[in-house]
T-cell receptor, first 118, second 112 residues
Framework: GAVVSQHPSRVICKSGTSVKIECRSLDFQATTMFWYRQFPKQSLMLMATSNEGSKATYEQGVEKDKFLINHASLTLSTLTVTSAHPEDSSFYIC??????????????FGQGTRLTVV | DQQVKQNSPSLSVQEGRISILNCDYT??????FLWYKKYPAEGPTFLIS?????DKNEDGRFTVFLNKSAKHLSLHIVPSQPGDSAVYFC???????????FGKGTRLSVIA
């Protein structure tokens, strides 16, 4: 089946530094990927839709200058948390659908990245 | 305003019995519904889905029921096994490559 790989799975960084998270579709090309964030015991909240070759679409309340999304190729989207602060500590997850299948199908998720800002 | 609601944060079931997880939604544009299983520090894994043109979909021990008029769906697991213990998320989407909207999840504990 289709696989989405996310890296790193865990990162600890100092406050004020930037962290890049990669999301790759391993056996299909994804023109669109989605980035979610999950707080403890909460739902997965959509942050932004990453579009290959164009600007990402951010959800209301998500700072586009803080969470930089780049979708430079059909198999890779990156999320960069800039000038990270402790309140950015969270679990970040990406997803994508396999375009070879009907659009109305399940999305495949990466393994997630646990970000801790100290 | 939450468009997908899972009102039970947790559920405890004895091994071998049926687990029923419920989900309600408010957006009439949703036409595809999914259940995901999630372990801590991992991404969600797809379990089963149902299109709005159906009212039931079965896959082994897992059955999803959809009641469009009530905007309600449920996941039945029978018989429940200890390995089913996880957080289950209900998700919905509208037609096309639109993002999934998730409920808050229900933590299922299957007791041996």
């Amino acid at each position: 089946g289709a696989v989405v790989s996310q890296h790193p799975s865990r990162v600890i960084c100092k406050s004020g530094t930037s962290v890049k998270i990669e999301c790759r579709s391993l056996d299909f090309q994804a023109t669109t990927m989605f980035w979610y964030r999950q707080f403890p015991k909460q739902s997965l909240m959509l942050m932004a839709t990453s579009n290959e070759g164009s600007k990402a679409t951010y959800e209301q309340g998500v700072e586009k200058d803080k969470f930089l999304i780049n979708h430079a190729s059909l198999t890779l989207s990156t999320l960069t948390v800039t000038s990270a602060h402790p309140e950015d500590s969270s679990f970040y997850i990406c997803s994508a659908r396999d375009p070879r299948r009907d659009m109305n199908t399940e999305a495949f998720f990466g393994q997630g990245t646990r970000l801790t800002v100290v | 305003d939450q468009q997908v609601k899972q009102n039970s944060p947790s559920l405890s079931v004895q091994e071998g019995r049926i687990s029923i997880l419920n989900c309600d939604y408010t957006n009439s544009m949703f036409d595809y519904f999914l259940w995901y299983k999630k372990y801590p520090a991992e991404g969600p894994t797809f379990l089963i889905s149902i299109s709005s043109i159906k009212d039931k979909n079965e896959d082994g021990r897992f059955t999803v029921f959809l009641n469009k008029s009530a905007k309600h769906l449920s996941l039945h697991i029978v018989p429940s096994q200890p390995g089913d213990s996880a957080v289950y998320f209900c998700a919905a989407s509208a037609t096309g490559n639109t993002p999934l909207v998730f409920g808050k999840g229900t933590r299922l504990s299957v007791i041996a």
